[in-house]
């Protein structure tokens, strides 16, 4: 294994090195978030993380976005620091938290980013990404007026607005039926395979994380570390027939017994 290194960090899209998270709560109680978590992506490099409720795959993203600072060691984003890359406006973030704005058009909702940054609109482009998340024709809806799994696709849209080079996904279908999962898992697929974009997408779907990524990190809770990482070696582009062939059971078996190695912890929420 390398050591990491100044030039290693600096070549990784994303970096982190030995962070951890300590959150302080009012009656003087602390809770390890988040303890010496070694995470490295390469540029245009999807990765899953995957672990139970709790053991702080949030937090890691939220890190990563500049949304909270590490407690200690550090986060390196294209050799910029998260919350520089985030005032850049090259970072793209799909939360759940993250709503639309129901008062405004799925367009306008879209277009919020260019408002944020205070750049002239690009209204061909946005009808581009509208068109790449298949919601043409819907661009003067309100939110309330779509589905749930068309207001995700919208959210996505927005996050790739400004042409990030990092995107990062909290759980972006976790409200969504199979069947309607599935077909955005397809969707994101195509939209990431458009464009070098190095993504950390958060799920807690095993078969969702082999399916998009090509590595896995598999989490484990109090404090948050990483429990093993998952190589993914499925070709791309990646037909759905890939969640049914005998390698792809495995992976999700093994993964799924890593997820839960021992019943008697119990997972919480
Ligand atoms: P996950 O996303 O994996 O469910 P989180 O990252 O949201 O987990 O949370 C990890 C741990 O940190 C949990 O124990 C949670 O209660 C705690 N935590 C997260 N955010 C805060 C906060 N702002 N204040 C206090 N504790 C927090
Ligand atoms: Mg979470």
């Not at 990030?164 to 039926?177: H, I, R």
């Not at 095993?206 to 590595?215: K, P, Q, Y």
Request: net charge negative; hydrophobic share 45%.
């Amino acid at each position: 294994m390398k050591q990491s290194t100044s030039l290693v960090s600096s070549e990784a899209a994303i970096c982190l090195d030995g962070v951890s998270k300590t959150f302080q709560l009012d009656n003087g109680d602390e809770i390890a978030a988040l303890h010496d978590i070694n995470l490295q992506l390469s540029e245009g490099e999807f990765v899953a993380i995957l672990g139970p409720s709790g053991c702080g795959k949030s937090t890691v993203l939220r890190l990563i976005s500049g949304l909270d600072t590490a407690t200690s060691g550090t986060i390196g984003i294209e050799g910029a620091l998260p919350r520089e890359l985030a005032q850049a406006h090259r970072l793209g973030v799909a939360f759940q938290d993250h709503a639309l704005l129901p008062w405004l058009t799925i367009a306008q909702n879209i277009a919020l980013p260019f408002h944020v940054a205070g750049r002239k609109v690009d209204h061909a482009y946005i009808a581009d990404l509208v068109a790449l998340v298949g919601l043409t024709g819907f661009e003067t809806a309100r939110p309330s007026q779509l589905s749930g799994g068309m207001r995700q696709r919208a959210s996505i849209a927005r996050s790739l607005v400004l042409d990030p080079d990092v995107l990062l996904l909290d759980e972006p279908f976790g409200a969504l039926d199979a069947v309607t999962r599935r077909h955005m898992n397809v969707e994101l697929q195509r939209i990431w395979g458009a464009r070098t974009l190095t993504t950390l997408l958060v799920t807690h779907s095993v078969e969702e994380a082999l399916f998009l990524a090509d590595r896995i990190i598999v989490m484990t809770g109090r404090p948050g570390q990483i429990l093993r990482e998952v190589p993914v070696p499925f070709a791309r582009p990646r037909d759905p027939d890939v969640m049914r062939t005998p390698e792809f059971h495995a992976l999700v078996d093994d993964l799924t017994q890593a997820l839960d190695p021992d019943t008697s912890a119990g997972g919480a929420g």
